[in-house]
């Protein structure tokens, strides 16, 4: 390497000292060379010492000794609030702030320390990051594991709620709740129960007339049929009928079928008009769950003995029954809106044990055409549209919503303790379902 070589120029006031490496000359200029010749060139380096001191008191900020992973207490679901548990940051004091996210994005204006999720969060995870600062240490953020799914939000209605209805336009629901032998009726506008209707025995079964002035319920311990004026939430009448069970009402508004009798073997049928028992429909084996077609003109039976579905034609009741066969014993059943597919939940059979699924039966063929996972599916019920099914597992306290069009599981939502019944609002906007172990009825909204 070749020896420096310097330089003078005494017109300009300054040395440049020439280093030749090899065939490169390199020229050095001292620090009065780096004056700023250009607006563009003092901007960098006015900013420079600026990020150089930054970063100089960031490295010199001192580590907080503890910096806690928080937690979330309370139970995740609509209307219920939340509260984050920082945790002890040391040394103490230290400034803790919050932001609340749900499923990964940030929650506008979620800033305390407690949160409560709205409807539009159901089915969502939980999760709230904690930042501490302190003057003279580094901030740190931590953030919380997140919760189990947002459940629905719940109205408390009576002790062990069976069944639930909606009326035709929309605005009432009633809630037969067994335990404590009365009917709640809920405002679906509101969500608030407006009336509790006491009852002589224990209801198990609801069902509107024809004409939406009356709720009939079925009751067990007395073996009645107790009618409910919508008008004034009062009974307007009973009368015994000697059976309990799945209650139909007819599109005639004339008879109600009852989902049991003395011999296990038939439907009861009353005749409304003179609070009477008229002939019985015959069914051949041991009478399960009762479902009404959307516009109540079929009536389906499941028959868990004869592993088969049967369709009952409230115009001819007693004409030959058409079947539908099923894998296992068919424990619920729900058809579409246009009749052409019956979905039906699965029960266990003795040989080869539970099914975990529903069939889709094609009503024109009587073939199954697929079949939907599901864990111990129990009732069921279909949109008004026919676009979504919704099942409930009462080992899983969950609602599968269910894609008709591909027979996929689009989401599975946590409810209350032994999810018993369902009923889809009119406009499709809202699934009501009766938790028999909490005594409440979750409101799930439909998106």
Request: charged share 15%; glycine share 8%; aromatic share 6%.
């Amino acid at each position: 390497m070749s020896a420096p070589v310097p330089g003078q120029r005494s017109s300009l006031g300054f040395a440049l000292t020439v280093l030749t490496v090899g065939a490169m000359v390199l020229t050095v200029a001292p620090a009065a060379l780096a004056a700023p010749a250009t607006g563009a060139l003092s901007a960098a380096n006015v900013s420079q010492p600026a990020v150089m001191e930054r970063n100089a008191v960031q490295s010199t900020a001192r580590t907080f000794t503890a910096t806690p992973v928080p937690t979330i207490t309370g139970v995740p679901r609509a209307g219920r609030r939340l509260t984050a548990v920082p945790g002890t940051w040391k040394p103490v004091p230290v400034v803790l702030s919050y932001r609340w996210a749900v499923n990964g994005v940030s929650v506008s204006g979620a800033t305390a320390s407690t949160f409560t999720p709205s409807n539009s969060q159901v089915g969502k995870r939980v999760t709230v990051t904690v930042t501490g600062t302190k003057a003279g240490y580094r901030t740190v953020s931590k953030t919380s594991a997140p919760t189990r799914l947002v459940a629905p939000r719940t109205i408390a209605v009576g002790t062990n709620p069976r069944d639930l209805v909606v009326t035709k336009d929309g605005r009432w629901a009633y809630v037969a709740n067994t335990g404590s032998r009365t009917v709640s009726v809920i405002a679906i506008t509101t969500g608030k129960v407006v009336a509790t209707v006491p009852l002589g025995g224990t209801p198990l079964a609801l069902a509107v007339s024809a004409n939406q002035k009356q709720v009939f319920v079925s009751t067990c311990s007395d073996k009645k049929i107790y009618a409910l004026n919508i008008a004034s939430n009062t009974v307007a009448y009973s009368f015994t009928v000697g059976a309990c069970g799945d209650l139909v009402a007819t599109p005639d508004g004339k008879s109600l079928y009852i989902g049991g009798s003395p011999t296990l073997f038939d439907i009861t049928v009353a005749t409304i008009a003179t609070r009477s028992l008229a002939e019985p429909i015959f069914t051949g084996a041991p009478v399960g769950e009762l479902t009404p077609s959307a516009d109540r003109k079929k009536v389906y039976l499941s028959n868990g003995d004869d592993y088969g579905l049967f369709i009952i034609d409230t115009a001819a009741p007693q004409a030959p029954q058409e079947r539908f066969n099923t894998s296992h014993p068919p424990i619920a059943s729900a058809p579409s809106p246009d009749g052409t597919t019956v979905y039906a939940s699965l029960g266990r059979d003795l040989i080869t044990g539970p099914s975990n699924a529903v069939e889709v039966i094609d009503t024109a063929t009587n073939r199954v055409r697929a079949s939907i996972a599901i864990t111990a599916p129990g009732a069921l019920a279909v949109s008004p549209d026919g676009s979504r099914l919704y099942v409930l597992s009462t080992d899983n306290n969950t609602i599968a919503t269910v894609s008709t069009v591909t027979n996929r599981v689009l989401s599975r939502i946590p409810l209350g303790r032994a999810p018993s019944s369902l009923a889809v609002t009119p406009d499709g906007s809202k699934v009501g379902i009766t938790n028999s172990n909490d005594g409440t009825v979750s409101v799930l909204p439909v998106f």
